[in-house]
């Protein structure tokens, strides 16, 4: 009897050992699985911090380093300056800039008054610049010595009757029309060169050349000669004396006389004055001294 039953008891303890393994292996394996990612886990977060104090702590070491470096460094600085400071240097140094400064404002306003000075020299052309350039203005307005005009002429007026003569002056006898003993001269041809001498309006009148009438016939718009001119050469002759510029205007001084004959006269009261052998500059006192004054290349005044 007793042996059957421990027969049928080893035939239910397997089945029973059976089951209860397999219930404590998958408890045991999740038990397993999330103990060991809790200790990973852990593991993974002190490794983590501790890397996190040695990199603070090297850079608190680092930063204490440059920290203390800065302060040496200043110290030194500081302690440069007040040897410096001791010794003078820097009011050496305030008074060498002041001397500089000084210096610079000194060479600053010679530049500046030499380059003033050349500005003006460069501004200010000399009076033979000034010859060069204008002397040919005068070349249409002089006078023969034998004109009607001539005391008029060198007390500065500036009258129709000496405009038309210099006008006439100018022009080419040979051009105009001849008739028997007279010649005539076309209104247009003479306000033509009148305008290129003077300007203002032109008004034709009748006016005297060296001892011709010069008529105007309204009816003809011409000028009638009372002979044949021809062109002649003046005994007058003159030296610039002064040129100068001023508001667009150019007024020439002159000193002239008559030459003739190796003597030099004065040309309106025909006195002797001297010699040909000597500047009119030096005669200005006893010559005819007279001022052209130009503007736009034609002459608008005289003066005396």
């Known amino acids: 009897m007793p042996r059957r039953k421990k027969e049928n008891n080893e035939k239910l303890l397997p089945a029973l050992t059976d089951d209860t393994n397999t219930i404590d292996i998958a408890a045991l394996k999740d038990e397993l699985k999330d103990y060991v990612s809790l200790e990973i886990k852990k593991g993974f977060t002190e490794e983590v911090e501790k890397a996190n104090k040695r990199l603070i702590k090297e850079k608190n070491k680092a930063i204490l380093f440059r920290d203390i470096l800065i302060i040496l460094l200043i110290a030194g600085v500081g302690f440069l300056i007040y040897l410096l400071y001791q010794e003078g240097f820097f009011a050496k140094i305030l008074s060498n800039k002041n001397i500089n400064n000084n210096q610079e404002v000194v060479n600053e306003e010679k530049n500046l008054e030499e380059y003033e000075h050349k500005e003006e020299e460069v501004k200010k052309p000399t009076q033979e610049d000034l010859k060069k350039e204008y002397a040919y203005l005068l070349d249409n307005y002089i006078m023969l010595e034998d004109s009607l ?8 007026k500036l009258t129709p009757e000496i405009r038309s003569y210099l006008t006439l002056r100018m022009m080419k006898k040979d051009t105009f029309s ?8 076309e209104e247009e041809d003479f306000k033509k060169n ?10 034709p009148i009748s006016f005297d050349y060296n001892g011709n ?9 011409a000028y009638m000669t009372s002979a ?3 062109d002649e050469e003046t005994s007058i002759v003159r030296e610039i004396l002064e040129i100068e510029e001023s508001n667009g205007k150019i007024a020439i001084t002159t000193v002239e006389g008559i030459i003739r004959d190796n003597y030099i006269f004065n040309v309106v009261t ?14 200005v006192d006893k010559l005819n001294k ?6 736009n290349n034609q002459l608008v005044d005289l003066v005396k």
């Open 228 to 230: 044949i001119l021809k």
């Open 270 to 283: 025909r006195n002797f004055v001297a010699n040909n052998n000597n500047d009119l500059k030096n005669f």
């Open 213 to 221: 009438k010069i008529r105007y016939i309204s009816k003809m718009n």
């Open 194 to 203: 009148y305008l290129t001498l003077f300007n203002g309006d032109f008004s």
């Open 149 to 156: 005009y001539l005391d008029d002429f060198y007390n500065g």
């Open 290 to 295: 007279v001022t052209y004054v130009f503007e």
């Open 178 to 185: 001849i008739e028997e003993d007279y010649q005539i001269i």
